[in-house]
């Protein structure tokens, strides 16, 4: 199993251009989110997916969109990129369940100028 | 709302020492809690979760973690630090106001551990 796969790995855009960061699990798990790592305020929720055809909010989803076609692929889509939207992008996923693990992609180290 | 904090941005260890990364949370109902760990530039890894039963719960690569209910916290420990365990670690705590049923994860802002040889 490749696990959570992410591309690309590292990303330059400038002020105003858009972009989709792509998600892809392989081990049919349910629950899919992205979250958004900046120095010294840990994770942070984006947007979440708990199946197929069925998105909702986190807690800092502004500027981002997604679509949850197939259980394996989460992509996440940036409108007009910012220079606050400079971060490193992980993915995640895992079962449904009472305390499940989630598994985290490699990431995308993403800077907008 | 539900939060974790970790009141160290590093800890600094000498291999061979036993180690602790602290973490303590605020949560409404019992809490579901994980130790997660980063190595540069790659993602977060599961190291181990408390749900419910025994407070001292066993993890990877010898790490454990007791669970402290009247203290809140939940500190990652091992008896004996390798180099190799530097890392950056997180502490999380599941959060049911994201996620519908299941709940998301609420991360602290990590812990810099460094072992010195």
């Known amino acids: 199993n490749a696990g959570v796969t992410q591309t690309p790995k590292f990303q330059v855009l400038k002020t105003g251009q858009s972009m989709t960061l792509q998600c892809a699990q392989d081990?049919?798990?349910?629950?899919m989110s992205w979250y958004r790592q900046d120095p010294g305020m840990g994770l942070r929720l984006i947007h979440y997916s708990v199946g197929a055809g069925i998105t909702d909010q986190g807690e800092v989803p502004n500027g981002y969109n997604v679509s949850r076609s197939t259980t394996e692929d989460f992509p996440l889509r940036l409108l007009s990129a910012a220079p606050s939207q400079t971060s490193v992008y992980f993915c995640?996923?895992?079962?449904?369940?009472?305390?499940?693990?989630?598994?985290f992609g490699p990431g995308t180290r993403l800077t907008v100028t | 709302a539900q939060s974790v904090a970790q009141p160290e941005d590093q800890v600094n260890v000498a291999e061979g020492n036993p180690l602790t990364v602290k973490c303590t949370y605020s949560?409404?109902?019992?809490?579901?809690l994980f130790w997660y760990v980063q190595y540069p530039n790659r993602g977060l890894q599961f190291l181990l979760k408390y749900i419910t039963g025994d407070n001292l719960v066993k993890g990877s690569y010898g790490f454990e973690a007791e669970f402290n209910k009247s203290q809140t916290s939940f500190h990652l420990k091992k008896p004996s630090a390798l180099v190799s365990d530097s890392a950056l670690y997180f502490c999380a705590v599941r959060d049911p106001s994201y996620g519908g049923s299941q709940g998301n994860l609420i991360f602290g802002k990590g812990t810099k551990l460094s072992v010195k040889p």
């Open positions: 081990m049919n798990h349910e629950y």
């Open positions: 995640a996923s895992s079962g449904l369940g009472r305390g499940p693990v989630q598994y």
């Open positions: 949560v409404s109902g019992n809490p579901y």
